[in-house]
């Protein structure tokens, strides 16, 4: 089984709302990653977790915040987001982070900011 | 940063014809991903490739990695409609980064029925 489950499918929100973003994996998955996707663009990384701790910012602004609980899910939390920052968000896993590695996506979050 | 050249950007074919696209870089990868991205959905990892010349394939889907290590290519025997959708390569490791994916730019596949 390769499967990663994001929730909710699809979200919008106000400029002032908080909202959070889920993703999980029940493959024994050791890192786990954020990446933002705007339309006909590749996916863009946010984020690296590895072994249940942040390893990797790409420099994303303080306005996205993720979290991982425990080795099966990670969180992006939103607060304040901008017009600008809709876009399909895509969580993926792989077994540990390298360079020798698959990465599995989730079906994404469609997120459209009003 | 490092980039992928993938082409062709777009292909219009007719189905049950063959269709091939590639990828090339400047600098060396220890790892090429073919992946496949449907309206709305996620990218779903086709084939995976770890050493030089090495030649996978998946059903109708076959993938090299390149001698040099800067290459790759998909083909795709005998297109049905499904296959239509954006057909991403990306590199990982090698001259790149060992846990940021270094994406193509992707290849728009149209199968007309």
């Known amino acids: 089984d390769t499967e990663v489950t994001q929730t909710p499918k699809h979200l919008v929100m106000g400029m002032t709302n908080k909202k959070s973003l889920k993703c999980e994996q029940h493959?024994?998955?050791?890192?786990m990653y954020w990446y933002k996707q705007k339309a006909k663009k590749p996916p863009e990384l946010m984020f690296v977790y590895s072994y249940e701790k942040l390893s990797i910012n790409e420099s994303v602004p303080s306005r996205f915040s993720p979290e991982c609980p425990n080795s099966s899910l990670l969180n992006l939390h939103l607060h304040a987001l901008q017009p600008e920052d809709s876009a399909l968000y895509l969580c993926?896993?792989?077994?540990?982070?390298?360079?020798?590695?698959?990465?599995?996506f989730g079906p994404g979050t469609r997120l459209t900011v009003t | 940063g490092q980039q992928l050249n993938q082409s062709p950007q777009s292909m219009f074919i007719q189905e049950g014809e063959d269709v091939s696209m590639n990828c090339t870089s400047s600098?060396?990868?220890?790892?090429w991903l073919w992946y496949k991205q449907e309206p709305g959905e996620g990218p779903v990892l086709l084939i995976a490739?770890?050493?030089?010349?090495e030649l996978t394939s998946n059903g109708r889907l076959t993938a090299q990695f390149g001698i040099t290590r800067k290459d790759s290519f998909l083909n795709i025997s005998a297109s049905i409609p499904s296959d239509v959708g954006i057909y991403f390569c990306?590199?990982?490791?090698?001259?790149?980064?060992?846990?940021?994916?270094?994406f193509g730019k992707g290849t728009l596949l149209t199968v007309n029925p």
């Open positions: 993926a896993s792989s077994q540990e982070q390298g360079a020798r590695v698959e990465q599995y």
């Open positions: 600098s060396i990868f220890n790892t």
């Open positions: 990306a590199g990982l490791g090698g001259g790149g980064s060992n846990y940021k994916l270094t």
């Open positions: 490739l770890y050493k030089a010349g």
């Open positions: 493959m024994g998955h050791r890192a």
